[in-house]
């Protein structure tokens, strides 16, 4: 849904709600649908209906006549009541916080301040109460909705990588790589002598660019392929225009990647990957930290925590005792504790904020002052960093992302199915 448009949307479900308020004031409501133990009013049908024909209006679409939209805006009704019954008799509800947080952000979605928002709401002929209960009541139902179906969508791991697999062959059409190649070559009806020979210069080629051997050099005093002289340079290509030989060797590979030597009826091949475009690739930064944790409790206060640790920095930094036996002997971390406080390789993403902060600015091998989370009182100490490539694994979440999203929208609609064919309701006003 455009951003626009859903903050119209909802403005009109809250100007629906002002009308069936206001109508309910002035003429006693008739009960259009009994819902189990609730019940849809008259005010509220005609209300949803002139929301249908509103929306239409925005986006120029054609209705059908009244009676037919009047059994659709009975349908979303009776949908939506159920769904507000069963999440109330499970006791979910939005926080004030959660509802300033979602309509700051539907703001920013629509370029706008809180402000300018409600006056836009204003301007549309709803009050901003109104507004902000139709919005608590559009999260609510998300929230239930989420909460019911999540547990039904199934995802095996062989879905997860077919669907992968088949995302990679078709991106894959797309990326082109600039290629440089030397070419180790056999003459016609070489015997096994030869052969052998030429492999073993091409393993020593091989040996010498990993070394740091400039390809192009190489290629101009080594190569016998037809672009020795251009140092081996290929030019872009995509793996449908290699050789076929060459495309399963450079599937996969990365810029800089050096290939081979690939045996062919000309001889030994090594390729480099000079260069790629269209490649998608994912890098992130992992750390490996050690913590020590004391939480405060009826026997440890808050401030004791903090100067217990601070005595237990100082011993670590005075060599009076090692980061392992201090964690061994005092940390309230059991995960981590028998480790020594080794937290292992990670993402810093997964920490508490205020852990993450510390860890993200802290240089290697200095233990922090002891600092405080949402679990207690820490020091901690950033023993080694590095970046890794999380390609295969970005590849693999999207694809997870593609069929839970397939899955979950089957799986709501046979929910609210069942729901709706379990209630009982009875339509008092035809």
Partial sequence: MNKMLKLVSIAWLAIASSVVSVQANEVLDRVAVIVNDGVILQSEVEA??????????????????????????????????VQLQIARRAGIEVSD??????????????????????????????????????????????????????????????????????????????????????????RD???????????????????????????????????????????GD???????????????????KREGDLIGPIKSGVGFHILKVADTRGLETVEVEEVNARHILLQPSVILSDKRAREKLTEIRAQIVAGEATFEEMAREHSSDPGSASQGGELGWSQTDVYDPAFKQVVDSSEIGVISEPFKSQFGWHIVEVLDRRVQDATERSKQNRAYQLLFRRKYQEELENWQQEIRDQAYIEQVIK
Wanted: without cysteine; proline residues 2%.
């Fill in 48 to 81: 949803m209906l002139a929301q249908i024909k509103r929306n239409a209006a925005e986006q120029d679409i054609s209705l059908p006549g009244d009676e037919v939209l009047r059994v659709q805006a009975i349908d979303r009704l009776v949908l939506q009541e």
């Fill in 97 to 186: 916080a959660q509802l300033e947080q979602t309509i700051q952000g539907i703001a920013q979605e629509s370029n706008m301040s809180v402000d300018e928002l409600r006056n836009e709401i204003e301007r549309l002929g709803s009050s901003w109460s109104s507004y902000r209960e139709s919005v608590r009541k559009e999260m609510l139902l998300g929230e239930i909705q989420r909460g019911a179906v999540r547990e039904r969508v199934y995802i095996s791991p062989q879905e997860i990588q077919n669907l992968s697999e088949m995302l990679d062959e078709v991106n894959s059409q797309e990326v082109e790589y600039r290629l440089s190649h030397i070419l180790v070559g056999l």
């Fill in 234 to 252: 290929l030019g872009w290509m995509n793996i449908n225009a290699m050789p076929t030989l060459f495309a399963e060797a450079v599937r996969g």
């Fill in 189 to 231: 009806g070489s015997g096994g002598d030869e052969v052998q020979d030429a492999r073993e210069r091409a393993e020593q080629l091989l040996d010498v660019l990993r070394k740091g051997a400039d390809f192009a050099e190489t290629a101009i005093s080594a190569s016998s392929g037809s672009r020795a002289l251009e140092g």
